[in-house]
């Protein structure tokens, strides 16, 4: 089992920023790829990135991509989200998740992570 803890979340204006963080416990986290993804009510779960279990790929979904990094730090198990000059249609929850299979290929897939974080709300208002 890998449990996954986001932080970080809440509100800023329009053009602002903020780092989301994901702590995670159990397994050797080294060996699991993690994405961020982002869900609000009535949606489906849309991948935001994602950065594989040794740091050296990462991916974007395009409405993240120039304004988002991701990154990790294995020695502390945390991977981290900066979200920079957001926008309104940034508001979600956002999660964590560690991929079911380790040293895998990174996916964009929700159906390929199996462990997933509680969420930390993110609101950008205009």
């Known amino acids: 089992q890998v449990q996954l803890v986001e932080s970080g979340g809440g509100l800023v204006q329009a053009g602002g920023y903020l780092q989301l963080s994901c702590l995670a416990s159990?397994?050797?986290?080294?060996?699991?790829?993690i994405g961020w993804f982002r869900q609000a009510p009535g949606k489906e779960r849309e991948f935001v990135a994602g950065i594989g279990w040794n740091g050296a790929s990462t991916y974007y979904a395009d409405s993240a991509k120039g304004r988002f990094t991701i990154s990790r730090d294995n020695a502390r198990s945390t991977v981290y989200l900066q979200m920079n000059s957001l926008k309104p249609e940034d508001t979600d929850i956002y999660y964590c998740?560690?991929?079911?299979?380790?040293?895998?290929?990174?996916?964009?897939?929700?159906?390929?992570?199996?462990?997933w974080g509680q969420g930390t709300q993110v609101t950008v208002s205009s």
């Open positions: 998740a560690a991929e079911r299979v380790p040293y895998g290929l990174l996916d964009s897939g929700p159906t390929a992570y199996g462990y």
């Open positions: 159990g397994r050797t986290f080294s060996a699991y790829n």
